[in-house]
T-cell receptor
């Protein structure tokens, strides 16, 4: 069972390109989270959203509750954006389900 | 500095030898959780705790135990480790549940069971 599906699994981009990572989920959720995992393994939270759109610097996250879909956009991508991006959803029971991640490589 | 700490960071052990991975947070968070990360499967929730003495099973609780006797600590116990528990483990905390709160992750513990 895959409560959360992400695409693409792998993504290579040239520096400066606009990047989109997609996430679809099949369970009822209270909030959707986007996480970033760097090669060293550490995980940081980028966004948490339950509706609409959020922006932080060059990162934008959107969610469509009716379609059970979220996107993470990176504008003007940079090599330091290279990481694994993980979509995760929390339900009202405080359980947490993760996608398998999108590995992004940005080439200078 | 606000943080979640885990110990040990790396551990190699043998089948059947009981072990404990500690997790501690200094942010007075109510919610704590353990996850394991495996190639191709991603992160999966093992156990979570909404507060002291309140723990619940996640997606993959078999073979693990947890306790929450103090708010800041949430140890993960493997009573009889097996090779299929070889994985990268993360502890995380948030101020309340994951419904509307950002999670803070520990640095991870890489466990190998021979």
């Amino acid at each position: 069972k895959n409560e959360v599906e992400q695409s693409p699994q792998n993504l290579t981009a040239q520096e400066g390109e606009f990047i989109t990572i997609n996430c679809s989920y099949s369970v009822g959720i209270s909030a959707l989270h986007w996480l970033q995992q760097h090669p060293g393994g550490g995980i940081v939270s980028l966004f948490m959203l339950s509706s609409g759109k959020k922006k932080h610097g060059r990162l934008i996250a959107t969610i469509n509750i009716q379609e059970k879909h979220s996107s993470l956009h990176i504008t003007a991508s940079h090599p330091r954006d290279s990481a694994v991006y993980i979509c995760a959803v929390g339900n009202t029971g405080n359980q947490f389900y993760f996608g398998t991640g999108t590995s992004l490589t940005v080439i200078p | 500095e606000a943080q979640v700490t885990q110990n040990p960071r790396y551990l190699i052990t043998v089948t059947g030898k009981k072990l404990t991975v500690t997790c501690s947070q200094n942010m007075n968070h109510e919610y704590m959780s353990w996850y394991r990360q495996d190639p191709g499967l991603g992160l999966r929730q093992i156990y979570y705790s909404m507060n002291v003495e309140a723990t619940d099973k996640g997606d993959v609780p078999e073979g693990y135990k947890v306790s929450r006797k103090e708010k800041r600590n949430f140890p993960l116990i493997l009573e009889s480790p097996s090779p299929n528990q070889t994985s990268l483990y993360f502890c995380a905390s948030s101020s309340q549940g994951v419904s509307y709160n950002e999670q803070f992750f520990g640095p991870g513990t890489r466990l190998t069971v021979l």
